[in-house]
């Protein structure tokens, strides 16, 4: 019988990405979701993907009788907690409503399924957990933190408190996924990443500007001991990164205890690396200024992916042309995102 996945935040970018790769290889997907920072519209888009109606509940994932519902309703065999705000600016000025939502969200789905006898948990990390220090090739024994934000912190705290639950329960499997940095869409266009406001990242920033909603690319710094001078980072295809979430569900329901995995492609591109590229494969122009350092960044940072190769069999599959024309294929077919 076919294992049934809930994605926790599973409307948003990575989540949807991820819903399409879990059905295609046989899972069932149920997404629970306040869409604080999705579109319900989603749902539609995925039915048109997939050929399939993912059951999904407009839930806070922090109302725990709410999630007892989702779990009541459905036999829910491996949780994935994508749950979160991402906002790095954001998380500085207002850093209880992350350090409340983030650890709450996880909270909350994690005493959902002890109370309903479900041990497999993936959680959404980030390369951010790495910290200021550690020079990259990052590996995952590599020590962590310190954070340079609460967002970063949110991560960080997270991973603890999984890793300390699974000393407590050995029946528990917990996969840490460090997410390097996501761009890119699913092929077809009709899904891929919708900011909430004005972007804080780089890839969605370039697609806005291609598509003239805002002006010109500000880079932060050209001054970084880097090969051009601007910040270099692991730019990962979001399907190769939803691909990774469905070998470590697989991987999770097979073994116990608690396993990180970087994912990201092992190869740092720069800020004008990326801009050219854009350029080069949509045939546009990308008007760009070179500006301050942006408070926090770090010069260099890109994964060793070695262990996600050995033990979950994942390697990334899309390269920096793929990124760049999907980008672009989802964004000059939605102009405004999901509105
Ligand atoms: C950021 C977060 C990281 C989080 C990730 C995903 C920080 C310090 N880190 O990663 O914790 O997990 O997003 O949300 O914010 N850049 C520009 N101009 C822009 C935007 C970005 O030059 O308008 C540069 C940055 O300086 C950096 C690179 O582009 O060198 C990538 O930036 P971004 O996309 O924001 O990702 P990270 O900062 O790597």
């Not at 809930?6 to 290889?25: C, M």
């Not at 951010?128 to 090739?137: A, E, F, L, Q």
């Not at 900011?195 to 880079?219: C, F, R, W």
Request: glycine letters at 8%; charged letters at 25%.
């Amino acid at each position: 019988m076919s294992k049934t996945v809930l994605l926790a935040g599973g409307a948003g970018y990575i989540g949807s990405h991820t819903a399409i790769e879990l059905i295609d290889k046989g899972y069932k997907a149920v997404i629970a979701d306040c869409h604080y920072n999705s579109n319900p519209i989603v749902y539609e888009r995925l039915k048109e993907i997939t050929g399939t109606d993912i059951p999904h509940y407009n839930i806070d994932v922090c109302d725990e009788n709410a999630l007892n519902r989702v779990f009541e309703e459905n036999n829910i065999d491996v949780v994935i907690d994508f749950a979160g705000y991402k906002a790095v600016g954001e998380s500085v000025r207002e850093p209880m409503k992350y350090y409340k939502n983030n650890l709450n969200s996880t909270f909350s789905l994690v005493n959902t399924m002890e109370r309903h006898g479900v041990s497999n948990i993936i959680f959404s990390s980030s390369a951010t957990v790495y910290g200021m220090n550690n020079p990259s090739p990052l590996t995952e024994d590599m020590n962590l933190g310190p954070c340079t934000n609460p967002y970063g912190w949110t991560k960080f705290m997270n991973e603890e408190i999984l890793r300390d639950l699974s000393a407590a329960n050995e029946e528990l499997s917990v996969v840490l996924l460090r997410y390097f940095n996501p761009i890119g869409a699913h092929s077809s266009g009709l899904i891929g990443e919708d900011p909430k406001d004005i972007p804080n990242n780089l890839m969605p920033y370039i697609a806005q500007v291609a598509s003239g909603k805002l002006e010109i690319l500000s880079v932060f710094g050209n001054d970084y001991d880097t090969h051009d001078g601007t910040g270099v980072r692991d730019y990962i295809h979001v399907v190769d990164l939803a691909k990774a979430h469905v070998l470590a569900a697989d991987y999770a329901s097979e073994h116990k205890g608690v396993e990180a995995f970087n994912i990201g492609t092992g190869v740092g591109y720069s800020v004008l690396d990326i801009v050219k590229a854009f350029e080069r494969v949509n045939n546009l122009t990308i008007p760009y200024k070179i500006t301050e350092r942006r408070p926090g960044d770090i010069a260099t940072c890109y994964a060793d992916s070695s262990k996600a190769e050995k033990i979950l069999g994942w390697k990334a599959e899309k390269n920096l042309e793929d990124m760049c024309r999907d980008t672009w294929n989802w964004q000059s077919k939605n102009p405004e995102g999901y509105k």
